[in-house]
């Protein structure tokens, strides 16, 4: 009667390591399809969000981040000069008050920004203390915001 017991606890193992493994696939498959969180290589709390520059989009890696400082790591990967400006606004990004081909940055809060970027290029802005809210990140050479050189950004 012995042998019989020990095959049925073996068995008992097998079905409870099988069920185990089974969980374990099933909650690690769970977690993809999420936007990716920024980097924080800058050291501890900074973070760091990559930013592709292109005829015509402004494409950064992550479209949230937490308060505190961030730096934007902007790649032109276009064939002309562009620049990034960050402004904290309400408006949505593609709603900017426009001036002949231009956003008029006159009503709006700069937080700052890096100019001419040459095509080919990489650039940082280091930004120490963004707080919560909405901004809006964007090129500001003629014409460009216009052919939809723009994206929002959260910071929480």
């Known amino acids: 009667m012995r042998e019989g017991g020990d095959a049925v606890i073996r068995q008992n193992r097998i079905w409870v390591l099988g069920l185990a493994t089974a969980i374990v696939v099933a909650v690690a498959g769970c977690s993809g399809g999420s936007t990716p969180a920024p980097s924080t290589a800058g050291g501890a709390g900074a973070a760091t969000v990559d930013v592709t520059l292109a005829e015509w989009s402004v494409t950064p890696s992550t ?19 562009h620049e ?5 606004t309400d408006t949505k990004a593609d709603a900017l008050p426009v001036a002949g081909a231009k956003v008029d940055e ?13 095509a080919g290029t990489t650039a940082d802005l280091a930004l120490t203390d963004m707080v919560a809210g909405h901004y ?16 929002d950004f959260e910071v929480k």
């Open 63 to 81: 479209t949230t981040a937490a308060a505190g400082a961030v730096t934007f790591s902007v790649s032109n990967e276009g064939t002309t000069v």
């Open 84 to 88: 990034l400006i960050v402004v904290k």
């Open 106 to 118: 006159a009503g709006l809060t700069v937080v700052d920004e890096v100019e001419d970027v040459a």
């Open 136 to 151: 809006v990140i964007f090129c500001n050479i003629e014409g460009h915001y216009g052919q939809g050189m723009h994206a």
